[in-house]
């Protein structure tokens, strides 16, 4: 076996494992629960659930925004250069211009946020009856945690499952490029290099979304079939990565992964600031120690992102 591809058969076991452990540890610990929580202990959720969102807004603008648009300028200065050779001359240098400084990539994120948010909507448009329901309340030191959000409107209950499903989809799509752009790594130092930053980040996303699966009330099952098919997704990129050659941009191919990585980043960025920030700042208690924990998340996602 040559030394490439063992390197890379170990970095699949890795990011699996290491996935599985720290998205199940919030599901298999009752500590981790918010309902069980009193006082002390639940103002320490509180804080962790702060510094998991810190993570989540690094991942989505330091790792999964980045890496969308650099990808998506990369592709579309590939095709501007391809069209400008085959038609040379025909068109003139200031339109080329300003066709390469247009924004694709925030145009192509925003997509992606809009997408969900007209899916939520819609949702919402055919099932009018579930903004009317009861809203399920909990008590928090005083202050009252409603379901998503506690500023303005009652939020619906439905948009729980349907923002963590989204989520899951989101972090799915990014997991699996981020594999693959390790299985097409052409050397060992490099292979290893790209693997560590990934699972630097990924095992504290995953740990992120496993806390926020119990937060938000799924069952132990699906919480953990969850956790499973997204800790897959790496290796599967991974995988993939191994089985294409290095010239993958051909075809449009390139240029498909970068597309869909930019909306996956959009709908990312959705739940984060209308499910996942909205819920953890919503109580008024230790409002400059929540700053701190989301600020230090963030900085520990801005750090990695140097080696990723």
């Known amino acids: 076996m040559e030394p490439l591809l063992g390197v890379k058969i170990g970095c699949v076991f890795a990011l699996l494992v290491l996935t599985l452990i720290c998205g199940l540890i919030p599901i298999c610990f009752k500590w981790f629960q918010l309902d069980a929580a009193t006082g002390r202990h ?19 603008f330091m790792h999964m925004t980045a890496d969308a648009l650099e990808g998506i300028e990369s592709e579309i200065q590939k095709f501007m250069m391809q069209n400008r050779t085959k038609r040379e001359g025909s068109v003139s240098d200031d339109a080329d211009s300003a066709q390469m400084e247009y924004p ?34 909990e008590e928090w030191d005083g202050a009252h945690v409603l379901g998503l959000h506690s ?14 499903l989204v989520l899951l ?19 060992v ?15 504290l996303i995953v740990f992120g979304v496993g806390l926020r699966l119990v937060q938000i009330g799924s069952g132990s099952r699906w919480a953990t079939l969850s956790i499973l ?19 993958d941009s051909k075809g449009g191919r390139g240029l498909t992964q970068a597309v869909l ?12 600031f209308l499910e996942i920030l909205p819920r953890e700042l919503a109580g008024p208690e230790a409002p400059l120690a929540k700053w701190g924990c989301v600020a230090a998340g963030f900085a520990f996602m801005a750090i990695i992102a140097l080696w990723a």
Not at 109 to 133: D, T
Not at 236 to 242: D, I, K, Q, R, S
Not at 261 to 272: Q, R, S
């Open 42 to 60: 639940r103002r320490v959720l509180s804080l962790l659930g702060c510094t998991s969102a810190g993570v989540f807004l690094g991942a989505g």
């Open 104 to 137: 694709y990539g925030e145009l192509i994120i925003s997509l992606g946020f809009f997408f969900v948010f007209l899916l939520e909507s819609l949702a919402l448009q055919c099932y009018p009856g579930a903004a009317e329901g009861v809203t399920v309340q």
């Open 151 to 164: 500023h303005g409107p009652l939020p619906s209950p439905s948009k729980g499952p349907l923002r963590a």
């Open 169 to 187: 989809l989101s972090l799915s799509f990014h997991s699996v490029f981020e594999g693959l752009a390790v299985g097409l790594q052409p050397t």
């Open 189 to 203: 130092a490099a292979t290893v290099q790209l693997c560590l930053a990934v699972l630097a980040h990924k095992g």
């Open 229 to 247: 098919s997204l800790a897959l997704m790496s290796p599967l990129g991974l995988v993939l990565g191994l089985a294409v050659t290095q010239g």
């Open 261 to 272: 990585e930019g909306v996956a980043a959009g709908t990312f960025l959705y739940v984060t």
